[in-house]
T-cell receptor, first 112, second 112 residues
């Protein structure tokens, strides 16, 4: 069965320092993987997606993620955090062609 | 602009009452979904529909009902049988899950 595990429920960084949000997945076949961001009381916005093309995926707002099959990981990174990056981030795996399975989320705090 | 519209943004309901949450999309997407979000639990699938006049239960369908009479619309009714309805409800649509979803901005339902 497909699943995702977000390894940290909270991550705190200082503005201008790197961001690393960790995600491991479980899938019986080649998965489609996504990262979404949610600001308070808002819907989810797609940051980036992996669909079996390049293993390093670049997304919006300077975020990127690397698909590592040997480690079953899809960690989200950004070289330099900005205050506006403070939000909740969800790692997601696609099940077949219709349903998505969401991780429990990582709350990112950015301190000045 | 194409997108998904959820209304209302905030909704208050008395115990024992049914209430209907609206979700409309103009993206020409075939599939539509309803998720419930509670703090620390990520998103849980309530119902989904891949085609007009057809829908399937998700992981937590008890106490909810849906209809899909038009491609653009997928309303969710929270019935009095739902024991703990206070939550943030998100609607989404997709061409296919493998390409990710587009989310609405959500409806926060509070039972008073």
């Amino acid at each position: 069965a497909q699943s995702v595990t977000q390894l940290d429920s909270h991550v705190s960084v200082s503005e201008g320092t790197p961001v690393l949000l960790r995600c491991n997945y479980s899938s019986s076949y080649s998965p489609s993987l996504f990262w979404y961001v949610q600001h308070p009381n808002k819907g989810l916005q797609l940051l980036l997606k992996y669909t079996s093309a390049a293993t390093l995926v670049k997304g919006i707002n300077g975020f990127e993620a690397e698909f590592k099959k040997s480690e079953t990981s899809f960690h989200l990174t950004k070289p330099s955090a900005h205050m506006s990056d403070a939000a909740e981030y969800f790692c997601v795996v696609s099940v077949g062609t219709d349903k998505l399975i969401f991780g429990t989320g990582t709350r990112l705090q950015v301190f000045p | 602009d194409g997108g998904i519209t959820q209304s209302p943004k905030y909704l208050f309901r008395k115990e024992g009452q049914n209430v209907t949450l609206s979700c409309e999309q103009n993206l020409n997407h075939d599939a539509m979904y309803w998720y419930r979000q509670d703090p620390g639990q990520g998103l849980r699938l309530i119902y989904y529909s891949q085609i007009v006049n057809d829908f399937q239960k998700g992981d937590i369908a008890e106490g909810y009902s849906v209809s899909r009479e038009k491609k653009e619309s997928f309303p969710l009714t929270v019935t009095s049988a739902q024991k703990n309805p206070t939550a943030f409800y998100l609607c989404a649509s997709s061409i296919t899950g493998a390409y990710g979803y587009t989310f609405g901005s959500g409806t926060r339902l509070t039972v008073v």
